[in-house]
């Protein structure tokens, strides 16, 4: 079972970002069934540093396009990018020993409410 299952709603409108926006929940749910697989905890470190590399990489293409149009909301939506990143770096660097858990408790439920809030937002107001 997805941690994510992809939701038509989580669709921004921009396709480059929608586009990344599925890999990452493709990438992220394959983490999670490689936890569930009983994967050791060396490979879910080096999962987890391939989520985190790409994750920062879509934040950046994503800021690159509100910093291009000019959105009012750049600076808070910059914010939650590097709460998500800070707290991925968390479960990296703690004695994490369930990272289902942790997985969903932060990025699972993140990138949704992201996705329809945030994203959308963004989506609306620069009219792409």
């Known amino acids: 079972m997805d941690l994510i299952a992809w939701r038509k709603e989580f669709e921004t409108g921009v ?3 929608d586009h990344e926006h ?3 929940v493709a990438l992220i749910n394959r983490l999670a069934d490689d936890i569930s697989a009983g994967a050791d905890k060396e490979r ?3 999962f987890l540093g ?3 590399a790409r994750i920062a990489a879509h934040f950046a293409l994503e800021e690159s396009v509100m910093r291009k149009h000019g959105y ?3 600076e ?3 914010a939650e ?3 998500l990143l800070d707290e991925i770096r968390d479960i990296m660097d703690g004695a994490e020993t369930d990272y289902t858990e942790a997985l969903s408790a932060t990025v699972g439920e993140w990138f949704i409410g992201h996705f329809q809030t945030k994203d959308a937002r963004l989506h609306k107001k620069l009219g792409v």
Do not use: G, P
Request: glycine content about 0%; charged content about 35%.
């Open 72 to 74: 009012d909301e750049y």
């Open 22 to 24: 599925q890999e990452l």
């Open 50 to 52: 391939e989520v985190f």
């Open 76 to 78: 808070a939506h910059k």
């Open 44 to 46: 879910v470190q080096l």
């Open 15 to 17: 396709a480059e970002v």
């Open 81 to 83: 990018h590097e709460n």
